[in-house]
C-alpha cells in the first residue's frame, strides 16, 4: 500500500440511456466505473457487462430509488410534454444526498434562437424561438442553480453509427433541400462523449457553467447529403427548393429549418484544450459508415 490514498472506482449514473447516453455509460465503464442507467420501462433490457438499467417513467409512476455514493451524473432526458424535467422534479431531492463531483446536462443550441446564420457562443443572449428549445433553456437553468456541481452542454444535430443519411439515400427517401443561406451546425457522438470526459476530468474550479459542444463545419444539409452519397457512390435525389417542399413538411421538420445559426466551439477547443475527434462531418460520416458496415458483418 502507498501512502497515496486509494482512489473509488466512480459510480456513475446515466438518466436517460438513449444514443449519446450509453456511449457516454460504456466509455466510463471502459474506464472502471460501475454505470447505472436508466429507461422507460419497468422491464429494462438485458444490462450490457458493467452497467446496470433502472427503470424511469414519471408518466407511470416509475420512480427509482437510486444507489449510494454515486459521484458522476448525465442527464440526457428532454424537457416532458408539459415542458417540466421529470428528474428535476423526482430524483433532485435524492441526487442532491450523493457524493456527486459532476453533473452534466446536455442542453441545446436552440436556446440561442435564430441569430441569421452569424456566429453564436457561450456569451451570446439565449432567444430561443421554438417552445421545445425555450423548455431545454428552462431545464438547463433550474439545473444550474439547484447548487450541484453542474455542467450545461448545448448540443446541436447529433449524428454517429445509425445517424447519419445513408440508409435515405438507399431507401430513396431523403430529400435535397436548399434555402438559401441556411446552415446547420452539428456534432458526432462520440464528441460529446469526448467533450464530457475531458470536462470532468478538469478541476471543479476549471469547469465553465455552459458549454457548447460543436464541430467546426457549419453547413448547408446539401452539402452533408452530397458527402454521404459520395460515399455511397449513390446519384442524389432531385434538387428542391425549400419554398417548393415547406407545403409537404410536417410541423416538426419545418421547425428544423426556422433557426439559423453557426455556433461556436472556441471556448471547448481553444480555452479548454479539447481536440475534436471529428472536425467536420466528413471525417465523421466516413467513420460512422465504416463502423455501421463493422457491424453489419458481425451480425
Known amino acids: 500500500m502507498t501512502d497515496q490514498a486509494v482512489k473509488s472506482a466512480p459510480r456513475v449514473l446515466v438518466i436517460g ?11 466510463m465503464v471502459d474506464q472502471g466505473a460501475e454505470v447505472w442507467l436508466t429507461q422507460r420501462s419497468a422491464r429494462p433490457e438485458a444490462p450490457r457487462k458493467g452497467m446496470q438499467w433502472l427503470a424511469f417513467d ?12 454515486i459521484s458522476h451524473v448525465l442527464v440526457t432526458i428532454p424537457p ?16 442532491s444526498r450523493q457524493p456527486l463531483q459532476w453533473l452534466g446536462y446536455l442542453s441545446t443550441t436552440g436556446v440561442y434562437g435564430d441569430s441569421a446564420g452569424a456566429w453564436v457562443s457561450e456569451g451570446s443572449p439565449t432567444a ?4 421545445r428549445s425555450r423548455a431545454r433553456l428552462k431545464a438547463e437553468e433550474a439545473w444550474l442553480s439547484s447548487g450541484l456541481p453542474v455542467q450545461s452542454f448545448r448540443l446541436p444535430a447529433i449524428y454517429g453509427p445509425g445517424r447519419c443519411p445513408f440508409d435515405q439515400l438507399r431507401q430513396g427517401t431523403a430529400r435535397l433541400v436548399h434555402k ?7 456534432i458526432h457522438v462520440e464528441d460529446i462523449v469526448g467533450a464530457l470526459l475531458h470536462c470532468m476530468a478538469l478541476a471543479a474550479h476549471e469547469r465553465p ?6 464541430d467546426d463545419v457549419p453547413c448547408p444539409s446539401s452539402e452533408t447529403l452530397g458527402f454521404a452519397a459520395h460515399l455511397l457512390n449513390l446519384k442524389l435525389p432531385v434538387y428542391r427548393r425549400f419554398e417548393d417542399i415547406a407545403p409537404e413538411l410536417s410541423p416538426m421538420a419545418l421547425s428544423f ?12 477547443c481553444q480555452r479548454l484544450g479539447y481536440e475534436l475527434r471529428y472536425p467536420s462531418y466528413r471525417e465523421g460520416f466516413a467513420a460512422s459508415l465504416m463502423e455501421e458496415q463493422a457491424s453489419q458483418k458481425k451480425a
Do not use: K, M
Open 128 to 131: 430561443a424561438t421554438l417552445p
Open 209 to 214: 457553467a455552459v458549454v457548447n459542444v460543436s
Open 80 to 95: 416532458n410534454r408539459d415542458g417540466r424535467d421529470d428528474a428535476l422534479e423526482h430524483l433532485l431531492d435524492a441526487l
Open 257 to 268: 429549418w426556422e433557426d439559423n445559426r453557426r455556433v461556436s466551439n472556441t471556448l471547448l
Open 17 to 27: 440511456g438513449g444514443y449519446s447516453g450509453q456511449r457516454f455509460a460504456q466509455a
Open 58 to 69: 414519471a408518466s407511470q409512476d416509475l420512480i427509482p430509488a437510486l444507489p449510494e455514493q
Open 180 to 186: 438559401p443561406g441556411q446552415v446547420f451546425c452539428r
